[in-house]
């Protein structure tokens, strides 16, 4: 795995543990992680590992505003998943994390969202699943249409 990370370039970084111990993985991690979260602020950190004990760090992560959370598997990244295995409501919180993280920039027409939304999926969502989702996010208040146009009910 280290070989194929280092092919990536710039992107990836191998770094060794200097000294072996019981929790110097962990730190090491953490440490990283804070670098990141500094450097790169829009990013999401995905912790894969079974160690619970990492639900601290990433709980204090989300309560300092940085997008972090950890699971057991890289299977069970909502992104991940493919779009017909994820339940309905890690695809409304993939749209609407989506929406939220756009601000301004969120699509203004229905359109656009439509299409939006399908590509945030792999494989890519049919028409009328995209369609449900969508309905019931407005059945939420999440959107309203008027015409064509969409207005958004989240904080910029």
Known sequence: MASALQAL???AEYVRVSAPGRNALDFHIAYY????????????????????GYDP???????KGIHASRYADVKDIPI???ADSAPLD???SIIIAYLVKRGAQRPGSVKTLTTS????????????????????LQRNGVFTVAGN???YALPD
């Not at 992680?33 to 619970?52: C, M, Q, S």
């Not at 760090?57 to 309560?63: D, F, G, S, V, Y």
């Not at 890519?124 to 019931?136: D, I, M, S, T, Y």
Request: charged letters at 30%.
């Open 33 to 52: 992680l804070g670098r990141l979260a500094i450097t790169e602020p829009e990013a999401y950190f995905h912790v894969i590992a079974l160690d619970k």
């Open 149 to 151: 146009k969409v207005t």
């Open 117 to 136: 939304a399908a590509a945030l999926f792999q494989p890519k969502l049919g028409e009328p699943e995209v369609q449900r989702l969508l309905a019931e």
């Open 90 to 92: 890690d695809k409304l």
């Open 57 to 63: 760090l990433i709980e204090h992560l989300k309560a």
């Open 9 to 11: 370039g710039p992107r």
């Open 80 to 82: 991940v998943r493919t």
